[in-house]
């Protein structure tokens, strides 16, 4: 079984509507991350998580929300959907555990989002 | 500021014949650098990383790196390209005391024939 599991794979949806990434971790990792993948750009981090109560903005959190509802669990939300958030996302982990320079990230297989 | 610089967005490289993906970071302090694969509509996968321990840094599917301070580079090689290499390559570099990854904007490698 995948370690990290992102639900749905793939989601089509209509501009201004509400959708909902869903994120989980079997790793017991405490830090969560949600970022989107366009072509040519790389990866760009939308929101972290470094335990159940604390959230942080990354770069591009403008019209995404998230929720943090377990340590496994990390919930990125669109609140009006436009069509310029069709991307690809990931959500990753990783655990401070372990210490300095061994910390890695750990990625989910994505979802493909489509808003037309 | 840090950043990360994969020199080349395309490679084309012959079945056999070795593979170079260049990767250049600027980084305040000693920072981990990773590599990641991102096969066709698949997540991404760690190849390998630097934690500064040997320079040369083995990875999975005999990929290896050379972390070299003096020219801020870790480049990615393989020997030999095997179709099932075909995929975008991705250079992270995360400085030292930091949470953030910072991304390079991808290398996709063909392998022909």
């Known amino acids: 079984d995948a370690d990290v599991t992102q639900t749905p794979r793939n989601r089509i949806t209509k501009t201004g509507k509400r959708i909902m990434l869903e994120c989980s971790q079997t790793?017991?990792?405490?830090?969560m991350y949600w970022y989107r993948q366009d072509p040519g750009l790389g990866l760009r981090l939308i929101y972290y998580?470094?335990?159940?109560?604390?959230?942080n903005k990354g770069e591009i959190s403008d019209g995404y929300s998230v929720s943090r509802q377990a340590q496994a669990k990390f919930s990125l939300s669109l609140e009006s959907a436009i069509p310029n958030q069709t991307a690809l996302y990931f959500c990753?982990?990783?655990?401070?555990?372990?210490?300095?320079?061994?910390?890695?990230?750990?990625f989910g297989p994505g979802t493909r989002l489509l808003v037309l | 500021a840090q950043s990360v610089t994969q020199l080349d967005s395309h490679v084309s490289v012959s079945e056999g014949t070795p593979v170079l993906l260049r990767c250049n970071y600027s980084?305040?302090?000693?920072?981990?650098l990773f590599w990641y694969v991102q096969h066709p509509n698949k997540g991404l996968q760690l190849l390998l990383k630097?934690?500064?321990?040997?320079?040369l840094v083995k990875g999975i599917n005999g990929f290896e790196a050379e972390f070299k301070k003096s020219e801020t580079s870790f480049h990615l090689t393989k020997p030999s390209a095997h179709m099932s290499d075909a995929a975008e390559y991705f250079c992270?570099?995360?400085?030292?005391?930091?949470?953030?990854?910072?991304f390079g904007t991808g290398t996709r490698l063909k392998v022909l024939a």
């Open positions: 990753a982990t990783s655990d401070t555990r372990l210490a300095g320079l061994r910390e890695t990230q750990y």
């Open positions: 790793k017991g990792h405490d830090r």
């Open positions: 998580s470094f335990d159940v109560k604390d959230i």
């Open positions: 980084s305040s302090y000693s920072p981990s």
């Open positions: 630097y934690t500064s321990a040997a320079t």
């Open positions: 992270v570099v995360r400085p030292s005391g930091t949470y953030k990854y910072i």
